[in-house]
Structure formats: structure tokens, C-alpha cells
């Protein structure tokens, strides 16, 4: 099964028994929304805390939590709906995780944020929007979809719904930042990132995210027309994602590495199969080294900021974006 088939839906029947296998696991590991609980929990047990698909994954557990409290409470017009796309919604999430763990290549839009999940000079709260980044700007729109096909109605249907979880998720959102951004013994670095920050917003994502849906539900009819456009649209993702991951050398003081060289991301390289993060990438930060002052650190975040807002440019092409 391509990328492009796993990500539309389609390409069942010449799925290779591996891609099946991964992909019923991922169903029958979650099929409500406390089974998709238990498997962040237990995603996260697995990995060390700085991590950086561990920094993701609680924010994901976070995010999935505040939805579920919800679900019950009135908050939304229609839970049932709401509740089966959360868990279609996470399954795409698992499904990499999965990938990555038996040595497979996850989509691009997951691909950098696994590569680089143990790279020093990458902050925390990157590799939280770098997840976010790809779970809403890719998978979401792919989850809707999904949610609409099988509950049979347009996507005009679950859209109230859709823009009420924009509230929960910016509690979430200000609360992560607030608990990530740099403590008072890394003053000097706030402002690099904080340049890097304000390039991107769940609200932004999300607007994309429907524009994405509409378009793929208008070429619903035309499978390789979808195909294409998701394929676009991974693509895309992938790109802002390894942008926003561009490394500050801030999480390891004065022994991080330096800033990458204006205008070059990292190198995005696979972990070796089983889960090590041995395997990540720790270059992408020629001509820096130990001692970096603060002016280079600040270069770094200007040139991050502008490397996500070239990638932005190039998500413009599609109707996505």
C-alpha cells in the first residue's frame, strides 16, 4: 500500500501483508476513545521524556483527555459523530508510530519529527508543533473524511462540531507553551524562538485543515484525482514540519550543538528499526559548536521562522493551504 493509498483510503486490495497487518493493529488496538487513551499512555511509557514524539504524544494524550470530557457533557451537537473521529483521527497517528517502531518509513508529514526526535539543539515545544503540524494539517483532514463516508453525510455535517474543538484545543495549546517555552536560566534564548513560534497557530491549521477537507470531498468521486492531492498534501506538510524542527541549539546549554547554517534544515534520517533513538539524526549544525552566544542562537530563530514561512509559500499551491 503507497502513501497516497493509506492516506485516502483506497489501494485495499494491493496492500502488502505488512501494511494490512499494521493497520488492523492500529484498529483493533483502538476503537473508542479510552482505547485510544490507553494507547497514547502506553506509547508514552515507552519513551523517555525528552523524547520528542514523547513531548507530542502528551500533548496528544492531553488534547484526546479534554475531547473525551466533553464528549458527555453537552458540549457538542452530535458526540457520536465527534467520538468516532477522534478515534479515526487517532488511529493515523498510531499507525506511524507503529511504522516507525517496525522500521518502516511513517508518512512524510511524520517523517522529520521521527528522524529528529533525540536531536539536541531542537526545543521541546518544536517537536510539540512539529506533531501538531502534521496530525492536523494531514491527518485531520483524512479523519473527516473518513467520519463522513461511513456516517454516510457531507462535511457541512460534523463542521459546527469541527470548529467547537478549536476552543479546547487552544486551552491546551496556551497551556503547553506556557509549560515548554524556556525557564529564566534560558532567558536569552526566548526570543529565537518565539520568532519561530509566531509563525505558526492551531487556528491557522485547523482553517487549512477544513479547506483540505472540502477539496478532498469534492474529489471524492475521483480517486486518483484524491490520491494526488494527498499525496500534495503530505508532501507539503512534511516540508513546513522539517522547517519548524529546524535545530536552535537550545536544549543542551553550552554543550548543544550550534544553529544550522542559514537557509538548511537537517538531514532526515529514519531510527533503526525497534524503537532506539540511537539512530537519529544529530547533525544539520555545521559550523557551529560548543559556545554558541545568543546573537547566533537569535540568527537561528530568524532563519527558522523564515524557512517555515518558504514552506508555507510552498503549501500555497494547494487548495489546503
Do not use: K
Not at 486490495?13 to 484498529?27: K, L
Not at 537519529?280 to 555545521?286: H, I, L, S, Y
Amino acid at each position: 500500500m503507497t502513501a497516497a493509498d493509506a492516506a485516502t483510503g483506497t489501494g485495499t486490495a494491493t496492500a502488502t501483508a505488512t501494511g494490512t497487518a499494521t493497520e488492523e493493529s492500529a484498529r483493533a488496538e483502538a476503537d473508542t476513545v479510552e482505547e485510544v487513551l490507553g494507547r497514547l499512555r502506553a506509547i508514552g511509557a515507552g519513551l523517555p521524556e525528552a523524547d520528542g514524539v514523547a513531548v507530542f504524544n502528551r500533548l496528544y494524550l492531553d488534547v484526546t483527555a479534554a475531547v473525551r470530557d466533553r464528549l458527555a457533557g453537552g458540549y457538542f451537537a452530535d458526540p457520536a459523530a465527534m467520538a468516532e473521529l477522534d478515534v479515526l483521527f487517532a488511529r493515523r497517528y498510531l499507525r506511524a508510530v507503529a511504522a516507525d517502531a517496525a522500521g518502516q518509513e511513517p508518512p512524510a508529514c511524520w517523517r522529520a519529527l521521527f528522524a529528529l526526535r533525540a536531536h539536541p539543539g531542537v526545543h521541546p515545544l518544536q517537536f510539540a508543533l512539529a506533531g501538531m503540524n502534521a496530525h492536523i494539517q494531514h491527518d485531520l483532514p483524512l479523519a473527516v473524511v473518513d467520519t463522513c463516508r461511513r456516517r454516510g453525510c457531507g462535511p457541512a455535517a460534523v463542521e459546527e462540531d469541527y470548529h467547537r474543538i478549536n476552543g479546547v484545543l487552544a486551552e491546551v495549546e496556551t497551556a503547553v507553551r506556557e509549560r515548554l517555552m524556556p525557564g529564566p536560566d534560558l532567558l536569552e534564548h526566548a526570543e529565537p524562538l518565539t520568532h519561530l513560534l509566531g509563525t505558526w497557530s492551531v487556528e491557522t491549521a485547523r482553517e487549512g485543515a477544513w479547506s483540505a477537507v472540502e477539496a478532498l470531498w469534492e474529489l471524492r468521486h475521483l480517486p486518483g484525482a484524491a490520491r494526488a492531492f494527498a499525496t500534495a498534501l503530505d508532501g507539503s506538510v512534511g516540508l513546513l514540519g522539517r522547517a519548524l524542527l529546524l535545530p536552535l541549539g537550545l536544549r543542551g546549554g553550552r554543550d548543544a550543538p550550534g544553529p544550522a547554517p542559514a537557509g538548511r534544515l537537517p538531514e532526515a534520517r529514519n531510527r533503526p528499526a525497534g524503537g532506539s533513538s540511537a539512530g537519529a539524526d544529530g547533525g544539520g549544525a555545521d559550523g557551529g559548536g560548543p559556545g554558541n552566544d545568543a546573537a547566533g542562537t537569535e540568527a537561528a530563530g530568524v532563519c527558522a521562522a523564515a524557512a517555515v514561512d518558504q514552506a508555507q509559500l510552498e503549501c500555497s499551491g494547494l487548495p489546503s493551504a
